[in-house]
């Protein structure tokens, strides 16, 4: 191949940006399966999502065929303000590491919510304002998500409530005080305020909260409140079709310099940020003109691809929300308190759970302090301070760029590098401190939570 060199930070130029997002669905022989409706094993019209999400949405969630969907203006302009995000040649890591490999990180910490988030939180809340609504209220882990929704919001003049799981609200309390400055009121999960808030802590008194039980806050609300919708920053199709805007940048980058990536990776909470970098090469996959390695990370304390079941389950711990076919530990799975909040969800995208059940993907589970030894050399030698969620994937980069330093085989790895972790300092102290701890289900506590799904469907 013609050694063109390859800066540093592959940017694009204004021209070069991505005008339509991309629906891998269209691309999908086997479409993901349907939300079904839970109290008829039906699946869901865009009249019965249509009290709870709003109605461009339900059509982007519903739209299995569509293969490119135009990003409107006013979302372009807004990209324009913190993309195209940088594609990094990691070129002081490869040589830390010996590695003859290559290895490129999309990189999408660089805005204030300091993560891919505010990709789809921009897309959400601009139709939710197109549809002349109040406000929008959301669940959020880490805080990631409810910030680049509070940041949204705020830009188009929405109000915003966001239901923050208890244990990341008790030790992010700076993320809580960001959400607020823009504009937004936090709440956090489970709490008194919603008839399933107070249902979950009467079962579970002292519970740290999970995004499934905020979730169920999250919808109560806006499907009782007029003039409010709710919005999800994760696990929907739409928001997928959102975040396929970091794959299609990613893809043009490469393609400027001839670059084909042999492995890409990303970390996997529910599926966003992988489903989006990897929608592009995923396309090209399905319809059989390249071929690539995909896989998806996901921490040992809640590995959803790699031990949990694909069935139809709830999204929330409330069950209140429609059924979604997906790798799951069961919705009333609470995994143990961690430092990757944005990857402590049961479920996974139906689309990636799709994919995975079709072998077009992989999936690895790694354990936290192997994790945290990873973003501490990450940070030590790229100079980034990473997301824990990110360090997932950069644990597994660090070892397929190892596995090519022992077989002397160059190969072009990308990974998606989600965000920044200037908010996850509580656990980069225990790390520090070597007080940090690596928790993994039994089998036991993962047989109790699978015994609990609901009813399975039975669709053509
Ligand atoms: C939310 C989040 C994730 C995980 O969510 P996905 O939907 O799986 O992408 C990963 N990294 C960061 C920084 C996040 O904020």
């Known amino acids: 191949m013609s050694e063109k060199k390859i800066p540093y930070k592959i940017y694009l130029t204004e021209e070069e940006m991505p005008k339509f997002w991309y629906n891998v669905r269209a691309d999908m022989k086997n479409k993901p399966a349907p939300l079904v409706n839970p109290g008829t094993l039906k699946p869901m019209t865009a009249a019965d999502l249509a009290p709870v999400f709003c109605e461009e949405l339900i059509a982007q969630e519903l739209d ?13 302009g807004f990209y324009k303000m913190y993309r195209p995000s940088p594609l990094v040649r990691a070129y002081c890591l490869e040589e830390k590491l010996g590695t003859p490999a290559h290895i490129y990180y999309k990189f999408e910490g660089n805005n204030t919510s300091g993560s891919h988030k505010l990709n789809s939180a921009i897309a959400q809340a ?34 915003c409530k966001v239901y923050m799981v208890k244990v990341s609200y008790e030790q992010k309390p700076f993320r809580r005080e960001v959400m607020r400055t823009y504009g937004a009121s936090v709440t956090p999960s489970p709490s008194m305020e919603t008839a399933v808030g107070r249902k979950i802590l009467a079962e579970h008194p002292g519970t740290t909260g999970s995004l499934g039980c905020a979730i169920s806050e999250a919808v109560e609300v806006a499907t009782t409140t007029p003039g409010y919708r709710y919005v999800l920053g994760s696990v ?15 893809k043009i980058a490469l393609d ?39 896989i998806a990370v996901e921490p040992a304390s809640c590995p959803s691809f790699t031990r949990g079941k694909f069935a139809y389950d709830f999204c929330d711990t409330g069950m209140i929300c429609p059924l979604a076919k997906m790798y799951t530990l069961g919705a009333g799975f609470i995994p143990s308190p961690n430092h990757a909040g944005g990857l402590r969800f049961h479920g996974m995208s139906p689309v990636l759970s799709q994919l995975y059940h079709d072998g077009y993907m992989e999936a690895r589970a790694v354990e936290q302090t ?91």
């Open 64 to 76: 299995n065929d569509t293969r490119q969907v135009p990003i409107p203006e006013e979302i372009l």
């Open 126 to 159: 601009y139709y939710a304002k197109k549809q002349g609504l109040v406000g929008v209220t959301t669940e959020t882990g880490a805080g990631q998500w409810g910030t680049a929704l509070s940041m949204a919001c705020a830009y188009l003049g929405l109000d």
């Open 236 to 250: 929907l199709n739409q928001v997928l079709l959102h975040q396929s805007v970091i794959g299609l940048e990613t």
């Open 256 to 294: 400027k310099y001839g670059i084909v990536p042999d492995i890409i990776i990303g970390c996997a909470g529910g599926g966003s940020n992988l489903g989006g970098l990897i929608s592009p090469f995923m396309g090209e996959k399905l319809r059989g003109e390249r071929d690539y390695r995909v």
């Open 370 to 460: 192997a994790v945290f030894e990873a973003a501490e050399f990450f940070a030590r030698t790229e100079g980034i301070l990473p997301a824990p969620e990110s360090s997932h994937a950069i644990r597994v980069a660090i070892d397929e760029a190892l596995k090519c330093r022992e077989t002397g085989k160059a190969k072009n790895i990308v990974f998606g590098l989600t965000g920044t972790g200037y908010f996850d300092l509580v656990a980069y102290e225990q790390f520090n401190n070597g007080t940090m701890t690596d928790h993994i289900p039994t089998d036991e506590e993962l047989a109790a939570g699978l015994a609990a799904l609901p009813p399975q469907p039975q669709l053509d």
